[in-house]
Antibody
């Protein structure tokens, strides 16, 4: 059974850096067909793709957020880490990680998500 | 990348069919057969329902189907059931990935 679970702070202050960890099980981060993506959803709003990383360390970032995002992986720990700098209240959202398939770019399955609130 | 355009709402009675559209451009929906659809119930994570325009993952009822014409993809839910009431999002490859704004499906 494939599962993903997000972890990280519930509350961050404006201008701080957010670090989120996605721990996966049921598949390997060294699998050439698969990777991990981060996607967020502000309360009551739509999904927004942030970044993804594949087994060969190929990375891709949202154009609008690229300067603030860094994605990395630790294959031995089955973890993918996303950092987002200079957090702002508009970044308040539920952050999801999801397995992504290399060719079809489909997200399946998703983690349960973690709500991050940006407030002083 | 601009978000794909979906109607904010759709509705139908139990047993009826409803179609949700997802309009993009030749740079995303129209240019690739990598359109996916996700179902999201309140407070839950999204679930993959359709990928590569019309393929269904195992376990997804065949009441859900997908298609594409030009720059517009569509999700059709046939034989509506109460549990189909949810938000639906499309996504497409566009060099990276872009999502639609979501459609709230109400079963009357």
């Amino acid at each position: 059974q494939v599962t993903l679970k997000e972890s990280g702070p519930v509350l961050v202050k404006p201008t701080e850096t957010l670090t989120l960890t996605c721990t996966v099980s049921g598949f390997s981060l060294s699998n050439a067909r698969m990777g991990v993506s981060w996607i967020r959803q502000p309360p009551g709003k739509a999904l927004e793709w942030l970044a993804h990383i594949f087994s060969n360390d190929e990375k891709s970032y949202s154009t609008s957020l690229k300067s603030r995002l860094t994605i990395s992986k630790d294959t031995s720990k089955s973890q993918v880490v996303l950092t987002m700098t200079n957090m702002d209240p508009v970044d308040t959202a539920t952050y999801y990680c999801a397995r992504i398939f290399y060719v079809e770019l489909r997200f399946d399955p998703w983690g349960q998500g973690t709500l991050v609130t940006v407030s002083s | 990348q601009s978000a794909l355009t979906q109607p904010p709402s759709a509705s139908g009675s139990p047993g009826q069919s409803v179609t949700i559209s997802c309009t993009g451009t030749s740079s995303d929906v129209g240019g690739y057969n990598y359109v996916s659809w996700y179902q999201q119930h309140p407070g839950k994570a999204p679930k993959l329902m359709i990928y590569e325009v019309s393929k269904r993952p195992s376990g997804v009822p065949d009441r859900f189907s997908g298609s594409k014409s030009g720059n517009t993809a569509s999700l059709t839910v046939s034989g509506l059931q109460a549990e189909d009431e949810a938000d639906y999002y499309c996504s497409s490859y566009a060099g990276s990935v872009v999502f639609g704004g979501g459609t709230k499906l109400t079963v009357l």
